[in-house]
């Protein structure tokens, strides 16, 4: 178990953490994680589970309704009873939506949360993600920073990975990963990685990296730099287990409408398919 001093310094003093569950095993490690985050921060944890419903299976009788309850309830049971033995306490709050993302989003505004913690539903290929999952809406439209657990991980945060394009999107993912290396003296390895498209543009990718080293220098961090050629969100996951990353940082490029993210943007690419956990960083 990783000590209460290093979680907290590993994101900060977050006052407000939103888990939202969709009551699956898949959100085992993310139900862990924020516990282990609200625990080290000393803070409330709020846990969202929202019931996704078909009207159409609502209007053929309660039965459908009345399993997704109890459900929920054995569900709710098993947060508590883990919160409990680290002395968290929870809020609980049940939504129903035909959209689960939407209440998630709406929720972390009330709350101004300060993080949102969710789980992933395995390595199911990148069809279901290209088609829009709702942790990619999550995070397409969430007003803060979203650490996505898969099932089985642990966060040690011994080895993290920022992974940058140089655009605005990145300077937050970027300082992020820099106070992570800064606060935390645990932090064993921080790699730096930025992919070039093509060979020829190997240049310019160093040239953001650079930027990065300067930065970090500036706050006493060392950092290992690496640049990458060939599809972005294939090789940061690659470099990723290569590295032996357990967190990767990376930020969210914004929307301009439902057909960009139908189409999946590097950050959701990556969510998917990476074997650690990702925290994707909002400007």
Aim: hydrophobic share 40%.
């Amino acid at each position: 178990m990783v000590n209460d001093k290093y979680k907290m310094n590993l994101m900060g003093d977050l006052k407000s953490i939103l888990l939202a569950t969709d009551g699956s095993d898949f959100s085992r490690g993310a139900i862990r994680e924020a516990i282990s985050f609200a625990r080290a921060c000393k803070t409330i944890l709020t846990v969202l589970r929202v019931l996704e419903y078909n009207p159409e299976f609502e209007t053929g009788g309660g039965r459908y309704v009345e399993e997704m309850e109890r459900a929920a309830k054995e569900h709710f049971d098993y947060i508590r009873g883990m919160a409990s033995e680290e002395n968290v306490e929870c809020e609980i709050i049940v939504r129903r939506s035909v959209q689960a993302y939407e209440s998630i989003v709406e929720e972390a505004t009330r709350q101004k949360a300060d993080v949102i913690v969710m789980g992933r539903r395995g390595n199911t290929g990148l069809k279901k993600l290209l088609l829009g999952s709702q942790t990619a809406k999550t995070i397409a439209y969430a007003p803060c920073k979203i650490l996505v657990v898969p099932k089985d991980t642990e966060i040690k945060g011994e080895n993290i990975m920022l992974a940058t394009d140089g655009s605005k999107y990145s300077d937050a993912a970027e300082q992020e990963a820099i106070n992570m290396a800064c606060r935390c003296p645990f932090v064993k390895n921080f790699l730096a990685v930025s992919v070039a498209s093509s060979k020829d543009k190997v240049a310019e990718a160093q040239k953001r990296l650079d930027r990065v080293t300067a930065n970090a220098e500036k706050r006493g961090v060392k950092v290992d730099t690496l640049v990458l050629v060939g599809e972005p969100y294939k090789a940061i996951v690659n470099a990723s287990m290569e590295a032996g990353i357990d967190i990767t940082i990376m930020g969210s490029h914004g929307r301009t409408g439902i057909e960009r993210l139908l189409m999946g943007s590097v950050a959701e690419r990556v969510v998917a398919l990476s074997m650690s956990s990702v925290l994707v960083s909002k400007i």
